[in-house]
């Protein structure tokens, strides 16, 4: 079997499996204990925390464990909502987040905020004007993703940062999909609160953690302890923590930009072997701006659900979408933000994901598989 559905979930680095039942055997205090046990598992909670902050290049207290991606958007949005709903009750986001943020703005709405979506253009690029244009003086919240998980595309953080100087709105960024594959820098960017989880980057799932500015204060989502500074209740989860640090270390800013161009040749061996074999497609995604890890495809005349269950029984995991409507029909929210609801395209498109473990060799016989099964299809 090989596994192109990296932007999904990744495999566990040996390393980070390695780390983590080391503490696991080793490090079974609560960090919050004052015992040997819990100085012991406090000090590996600390230097987990400063490999996080090192690598944003921010303070370690800015950054708070949590338990993944959604429980960091959810602390983003609804923490906000909360804080300043005196000062406003407007939030901006855009059409093509990811649900974690979606049904937290559907949810804030029905709390009696009230959300702007904004559109995509058919690149799924987003303009900075839209923005500008969307802001008021009583908006509290703008949360715009740094990467889009379906077609890989880099949105504008920096220049809505500038937009947002001076405006008193928070900005926050769903970086899931960014985190490790590109620099991702809150201060350069004007960014207030920032999603990671771990398991995008080969670190255990049900891990991740919120960048959250120095100096802003909110009511606590969890009650609870006084774990984190009292900003998240709950026994921290020592060994993923230690997990997701060690995934870390071992993506510095160097192999980041490696990987990158390697994900780059090994799309290009795809297109090139569907170019050779005179198979239409079209990339969903704006080429200028995106990452190269994440390759979404329009095949003409083949309905993805057929072509991802034939790749499939061949040995090969792709996906239609985003994991969380994968295991269902629903098409794609992205793909109806770029190109709209009905058009055949959203059921003509799949995600190749490339990731930790992908061979050249390997994806020269996915690309061939990849032709076989298109014709097969069209036959
Ligand atoms: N945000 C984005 C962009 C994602 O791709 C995902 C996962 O698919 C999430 C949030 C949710 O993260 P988690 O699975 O850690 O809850």
Redesign the pocket.
Known sequence: MTYLDH??TSPMHPLVIEKMTQVMQATFGNPSSIHHYGRKAHTELENARQVIADALAVKAHEVIFTS????S?NTALIETAWAKKDQGKHIITTAIE?P??LNTAHYLEQMGFEVTYLPVDSKGQLSVDSVAAALREDTILVSV?TAN?ETGNLLPIRAIGELLKGHPALFHT?A??AFGKVPVHPYENGVDLL?V?A??FNGP?GI?FLYRKDGLRSPSFMHGGEQEEKRRAGTENLAAICGMAQAIKLLSSEVQAENQEKYARFSQIVLQTLDNADICYQLNGDPEHKMSHLLNLRLADVPNDLLLLHLDLKGFAISTG???TAGNVDPSHVLQAMYGKTDEKIHQSVRISFGYGNTTEEIEQFAQTLVTVIKNLKR
């Open positions: 932007a999904a993944g991606g959604t429980e958007d990811h974690a943020i993703m998980n769903d899931v999909q999603s989880s398991h995008k799932k991740g985003s994991a969380c």
